[in-house]
């Protein structure tokens, strides 16, 4: 089966442009994440979808990042205007449940100059 | 607040020794908890789960242990080979929680 298709894999883009990432999970799994890793930290969950619909977004820094998730398929996470500390790898998880091991996509690396 | 502490940010060992890596939390109660490896420039691959009622898990080379008293777990790979080099990430959830990761422990197998 394919795995997790995140695009772009590498994005540097100016202050106050705008950026929007996607993530195809693999077929068939409701539940999709998106997790963050900023230089020298840990990676930190932003939000998960099930399905269509927003389970927990209580990790999205601000309102400058919007996620969707079109149909209960693809998903696309949005930063507008990006701001220099929104910079790092934004990585994309699928998983058939909550409690099973989590299929993480390659990620995209985000510099923000 | 909750705090996930793995060993030592780098540990070198000798191929065909038994790799331990050790995985510490504190203000947390999981209900399970999951432990992934990370190459450079890719995403986590996930390895094995183990859930609150269990005490040992095991796949392959792999196992892991789960102590809710100690609040630790450990993660062993035996007759470790260069090709186990990578960072180990372990990551605890529950029902109400999200998969919460800690930093990582860069795994080096010296031929």
């Known amino acids: 089966e394919a795995g997790v298709t995140q695009f772009p894999s590498h994005s540097v883009i100016e202050k106050g442009q705008t950026v929007t990432l996607r993530c195809d999970p693999i077929?068939?799994?409701?539940?999709l994440y998106w997790y963050r890793r900023v230089m020298g930290k840990e990676i930190k969950f932003l939000l998960h979808?099930?399905?269509?619909?927003?389970?927990?977004e209580s990790g999205m820094p601000n309102n400058r990042f919007l996620a969707e998730r079109t149909g209960g398929t693809y998903s696309t996470l949005k930063v507008q205007p990006a701001e220099l500390e929104d910079s790092g790898v934004y990585f994309c998880?699928?998983?058939?449940?909550?409690?099973?091991?989590?299929?993480f996509g390659s990620g995209t690396r985000l510099t923000v100059v | 607040s909750q705090k996930i502490e793995q060993n030592s940010e780098a540990l070198n060992i000798q191929e065909g020794k038994t790799a331990t890596l050790t995985c510490n939390y504190t203000?947390?109660?999981?209900?399970?908890l999951q432990w992934y490896r990370q190459d450079p420039g890719r995403g986590p691959v996930f390895l094995l789960l183990?859930?609150?009622?269990?005490k040992e898990k095991r796949k392959e080379r792999l196992k892991v242990t789960f102590d809710t008293t100690l609040k630790q777990s450990l993660f062993h790979i035996t007759a470790s080979q260069p090709a186990d080099s990578a960072t180990y990430l372990c990551?605890?959830?529950?029902?109400?929680?999200?998969?919460?990761f800690g930093s990582g422990t860069q795994l080096t197998v010296l031929p």
């Open positions: 998880a699928s998983s058939h449940a909550r409690n099973y091991g989590y299929t």
């Open positions: 077929s068939g799994h409701d539940n």
């Open positions: 979808f099930v399905k269509e619909s927003k389970q927990d």
């Open positions: 203000n947390y109660s999981p209900a399970y």
């Open positions: 183990i859930r609150e009622n269990e």
């Open positions: 990551a605890l959830g529950g029902s109400a929680r999200q998969l919460t």
